[in-house]
C-alpha cells in the first residue's frame, strides 16, 4: 500500500517558544500553599496548642505594649532560643518572612527616625518579634489543632466553623487548582496568545467548582443532622498537664519580666 | 586577646585579612567537601561553644583577664578547617554585634585565634597522640595549651610591631603604644599560666563530658546533636555572669581613657595614640555584652542566648543551602 504524499513529508512543526512564565509560576505557588498545609504542625511538641495560643497573646501584646529596649532584647533572646531548635527550612520560613516584615517597617518608620522621633526604630523590631513568634506557632501546631484551641478558648462557633471551612476548602480547591493548570499546560502547545483568557477560564472553572463543592459539603452536612450548631472541634491533647502548665509558666514569667524591666514593679515598690 | 578597633594600624589590618582571605577560602570548600550536610548544624553548636568559652573572663592578679577560646576542642571534633571557620563565624558575631575585638581587626583576630590556634592546636595533639596513643586527653590538653599559646604570641606581636613602624615625628606611637619589649611579656604571662590552663581545663572537660554522654558525637559517627549538648550549652549560658567577676579589662583591649591611665612603660601613658583618638569606630548593638536599663548578669545571659542561638541558626540556614547529598554505592546502615 502506497502512503497518501501527505503523509510521507518530514513533520518539521517546532512550536514558537511562548512565555508562559505566569503558568509555572502560578502552579508553583498554589503547590507551596498546600505543602506548607499540609507539613504545618509536623513537629511534634508535647506543649498543649491552647497553651501555646495563650503564650502567643501574651507574647504579642506585651511585645506591643513595651517600650523598651531592654524587654525587646529579652524578647529577642526567647524567640531566638526557640527557634535553634527548629531545622533550616523551616528556619528559612519563618526568619524570611519575619526579616522582609521588619525590612518593610523600617522602611515605614525610616521617615519618622529622620524627623528624629528615635522610638520609631522599635517598630521593626516589634514587628520581627511578633511575625517570628506566630510563624513559629503555625510551624509547629496543626491547623486543625489551632481550630481546637480557638473554640475551647470561647471563641464564637460561626468564626471556628468558618476558619475549620476555609481551611478544608484551601486544601481541595487547591488540588482542583493544581490539577487544572497541569491540564492547561500539558494542552497548551505553541504560542498562546490569549492568556487572559486561559487565566480566565481557570479562574472560572475553579469558582464553579467551588461552588458545587459547597452546595455538596452543605447538603451533606444536612443529610448528617447539621441542625446550625458547630459542636466543639476537640482539642488535640497535648502532654497532659504539663503540656498545659509550661506554656501558661512561660507566659507569667514573660509578664513578670515585662513588669519588671518597664518598671512597674519599682513603681509599685515590689522589687528594683 | 580580641584585639579592638585602632590598636593595629589599618595596613597592619589590610596585610592580616589578605592573609585570611585564601584560608577562608580553602577552609569554605574543605568543609563542603569533608564535613556532610547533616553536621553542620553540629558545626554552629561548636561555635557557640567557642563563643561562649570567649565569655568566661578569668582574672589575674595586677587587673587583666582573659579568656580560653576552644578553637583545638573544635578542631578535634570537627578538623582543622571545620575550627577555623566556626571559630571565625563567633569572632565575627562578636565583633558585629557585641563590640569585642574591631571589624578592622576582623582579619587579625582570625589569624590569632581562628587559624593559628585551631592549626598548631590538633598538630601538637596529633603529634602527641602519636607517641602516647592511649591519652587522648593529655594529646588533646597538650594540644589546646600549645595552640593558645601561639595564638596569644601572635597577637603580642602583632601589638608590638605598632609603635616601632607607625610613630609621629615626635615619637609618640600612632596605633598601639607598647613595643615587642612590653607586649610579648605581658601577654605571655597570662596566657603560660592561667589562660592555657583554662583553655587546657575547657577542652578536656568537654571531651570528656562528649565522650561520656555522647560517644558517637565524639567519633564523628552522629550527625545530630543529643540533648546532653544542649543541656550543656544552657549550663554554660546560665553561668556566664561568673565571667563578669572578673574585674579590670584584658591587657590590650582598653578604650582610650583606660589607655591613658595604663603604666606598662613605667610611667602613666598620658597621651592618646592619635590614629586611635581620630580611628574608625561602628557603633555595636550590644557593646560589651550590655543592655541599657538591665542589671549586667542579666545583659549577659542575654548576651550569651543571643550569640549562641545566632550562631546555631546561622549554620543551620547554611546547611539547607547545600543540596543532600546520597551515596549510593555506600552499604547501608541497617544492615
Known sequence: MELPAWACKDEAYRPTRDRDAFLSRSFLRVMQALAALRLSGARAL??????????????????????????????????????????????????????????????????????????????????????????????????????GALASLRVPQTVIFLLDTTLRAIFLLGEEAGALLTALKLRSVGRNRRKQRAAGAVLGTLF????????????????????????????????????VLLPLLAAAFDVLLFLWLEGALARWGVFG | ???????????????????????????????????????????????????????????????????????????????????????????????????????????????????????????????????????????????????????????????????LLFHDAAGQALYCPYPLSVSIPAMMVGHLTLFGFAEVVFTTAVLAYLKKAAPELASGARARAPRAVYGLLALLIAATPLGLLAAGTAWGEWDAEELRETAELGAPLGYTPAGMAQGFELPALLPDYAVAGMPEALGYILSAVIGTALLVIFFKLVATLRRPHTDYGAPSAGC
Open chain 1, 46 to 147: 508535647s506543649w498543649s496548642p491552647q497553651g501555646l495560643l495563650a503564650l502567643l497573646f501574651c507574647w504579642v501584646l506585651l511585645t506591643a505594649l513595651a517600650a523598651g529596649l531592654p524587654f525587646l532584647g529579652c524578647q529577642l533572646a526567647l524567640l531566638l532560643a526557640a527557634l535553634m531548635f527548629c531545622d533550616g527550612r523551616c528556619l528559612r520560613r519563618v526568619l524570611g518572612a519575619a526579616l522582609a516584615a521588619a525590612v518593610f517597617s523600617l522602611l515605614l518608620a525610616a521617615p519618622a527616625v529622620f524627623w528624629g522621633a528615635g522610638r520609631a526604630l522599635l517598630l521593626p523590631v516589634k514587628s520581627f518579634l511578633t511575625l517570628g513568634a506566630v510563624l513559629l506557632v503555625g510551624e509547629t501546631v496543626p491547623w486543625h489543632a489551632l481550630t
Open chain 1, 208 to 243: 464553579l467548582r467551588a461552588q458545587r463543592l459547597s452546595e455538596a459539603t452543605y447538603e451533606a452536612m444536612v443529610c448528617r443532622g447539621f441542625t446550625g450548631e458547630y459542636p466543639r472541634a476537640r482539642a488535640a491533647a497535648g502532654g497532659g498537664a504539663a503540656g
Open chain 2, 1 to 163: 586577646m580580641h584585639i579592638p578597633e585602632n590598636y593595629l594600624s589599618p595596613q597592619t589590618c589590610a596585610v592580616m585579612g589578605a592573609a585570611m582571605l585564601p584560608v577562608w577560602l580553602i577552609a569554605v570548600s574543605k568543609v563542603k567537601k569533608e564535613i556532610p550536610r547533616e553536621r553542620l548544624p553540629l558545626l554552629g553548636i561548636g561555635a557557640a561553644f567557642s563563643f561562649l568559652a570567649m565569655m568566661f573572663n578569668l582574672p589575674l592578679p595586677g587587673g587583666t583577664t582573659g579568656h580560653a577560646v576552644g578553637g583545638v576542642l573544635l578542631a578535634l571534633l570537627f578538623g582543622p578547617w571545620g575550627a577555623c571557620l566556626a571559630v571565625s563565624t563567633a569572632l565575627f558575631v562578636q565583633a558585629l554585634f557585641f563590640g569585642d575585638g574591631g571589624i578592622l581587626a576582623f582579619g587579625a583576630n582570625c589569624f590569632n585565634m581562628a587559624f593559628a590556634l585551631p592549626f598548631a592546636g590538633w598538630a601538637v595533639a596529633r603529634a602527641v597522640r602519636r607517641v602516647l596513643p592511649e591519652h587522648a586527653l593529655v594529646a588533646a590538653g597538650a594540644g589546646a595549651y600549645a595552640g593558645i599559646n601561639l595564638a596569644a604570641l601572635l597577637a603580642a606581636i602583632e601589638f608590638g610591631v605598632q609603635p
